[in-house]
């Protein structure tokens, strides 16, 4: 289940929303404008899933409220790895590299999101490469995160 479409507000005002998100802070109201138009946003019931590791990738999500908890399974069952809050991206990586989902990300809560398809995502970043910075930064960072984890989890064996 991919959340329920919130009802539109104007595009003015929807644009207004998408440059309080860092990831967007530097683009123009006419782009921005855009972008709404060509993106849904999305309400999600609290511990509803946008989607599960493992699907097929069609979309990446960019929160606008709320908090997002991104798990993955292991041999001892599902674990949280992060939790993201307003201007985290989810979704991306299926959507760069065209594999499959590799987390399960639900909403805790009320989470409003706003699904950014394949092609629109790649139109953004093409066109906007301080968009593709952040999404680098964003990547790096977890990259770093999951090896500080992954080093702690090798020194207590």
């Known amino acids: 289940s991919q959340g329920i479409p919130e009802k539109k507000m104007s595009l003015n005002k929807e644009a207004e929303l998408l440059r309080d998100i860092p990831l967007f802070r530097n683009i123009s109201p006419a782009k921005l404008k855009l972008l709404a138009f060509t993106s849904e946003r999305l309400w999600h019931d609290d511990e509803q899933f946008l989607f599960k590791e493992g699907d097929d990738g069609d979309a990446a999500y960019i929160i606008l409220s709320g908090t997002a908890v991104v ?5 001892s069952g599902s674990q949280e790895v992060a939790r993201l809050k307003k201007g985290g991206v989810v979704g991306e990586i299926s959507i760069l590299c065209d594999v499959p989902r590799t987390a399960t990300v639900q909403a ?12 629109t995502f790649f139109h953004l ?17 977890r990259l770093d995160e999951t090896n500080k984890q992954l080093r702690e989890a090798l020194n207590r064996k």
């Open 71 to 75: 798990s993955i399974e292991s041999n």
């Open 108 to 119: 805790q809560d009320s989470l409003t999101t706003l699904r950014i398809t394949k092609d």
């Open 125 to 141: 970043i093409t066109e906007f490469p301080e968009i593709s910075i952040e999404i680098m930064r964003e990547l790096a960072s």
